[in-house]
């Protein structure tokens, strides 16, 4: 699977990605809102993996794909699209970006193509992403793809010596729609 947009390569993960995916698995602004402390290269790999293995499932339900700018041909981060079984037709979003590459609009762009899609490709009826409330680049962006917060959960994970709340958001199929026809 590969999707395009104006300025990146979204594509299959590769083995020999960990390497990327290393080099800012340790970043204190990546950690910051993880329960991870650090990652080891074992770690990172275990992770590159099972994006890996997800290419194999028949049918395939989970959609983790690598986020590269074309150009330098360097991997930045991942989104994907989770459907939690086969009949479903609610999935979640989730997507990293490495801290060196923030504030480029390179999330915006790559979760709004895995957004169309769910929507339009996978036929989803709606979905969810959830989030650390604390965690504003990532809030900001949710509320800039036009996901409406129907939660807040609060102190329901512990990590790092707190309790931290969780912030809910979704998106219909019909608001989806809407989003693209304004545009
Ligand atoms: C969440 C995360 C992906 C957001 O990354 P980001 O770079 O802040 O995301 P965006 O794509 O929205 O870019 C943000 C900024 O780029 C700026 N920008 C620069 N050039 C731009 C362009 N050509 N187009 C759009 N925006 C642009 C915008 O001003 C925007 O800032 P704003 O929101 O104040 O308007 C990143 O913080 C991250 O990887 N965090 C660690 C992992 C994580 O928390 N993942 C999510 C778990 S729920």
Redesign the pocket.
């Known amino acids: 699977m590969l999707l395009q947009t104006e300025r990146l390569v979204l594509r299959e993960f590769v083995p020999e990605d960990w390497r990327a995916v290393y080099a800012y698995h340790n970043d204190p ?2 950690l910051e ?1 993880y329960d991870w402390e650090h990652r080891s290269e074992q770690d990172v790999k275990a992770f590159v993996q099972r994006f890996i293995d997800q290419q194999q499932e028949s049918p395939r339900i989970k959609f983790q794909l690598a986020i590269v700018l074309p150009n330098s041909n360097k991997l930045i ?1 991942n989104v994907g699209i989770r459907k939690p079984n086969v009949k479903a037709y609610s999935a979640e979003l ?4 490495d ?1 060196r ?9 790559a979760a709004t193509a895995m957004l169309k899609f769910a929507f339009e490709q996978l036929r989803l009826h709606r979905v969810v ?4 409330a604390n ?1 504003s ?2 809030v ?2 949710l509320e ?1 793809l036009g996901m409406r917060q129907e939660g807040h959960l609060r102190e329901d994970e512990f990590f790092k010596g707190r309790y931290w709340d969780t912030l809910v958001y979704g998106m219909l199929e019909d608001e989806w729609r809407w989003k693209v026809a304004s545009e």
């Open positions: 602004r990546y809102f981060g989730g997507y990293e970006l801290p590459e923030w504030n480029n609009g390179y999330a915006t762009e992403a959830r989030v650390i965690n680049n990532s900001r962006l800039k």
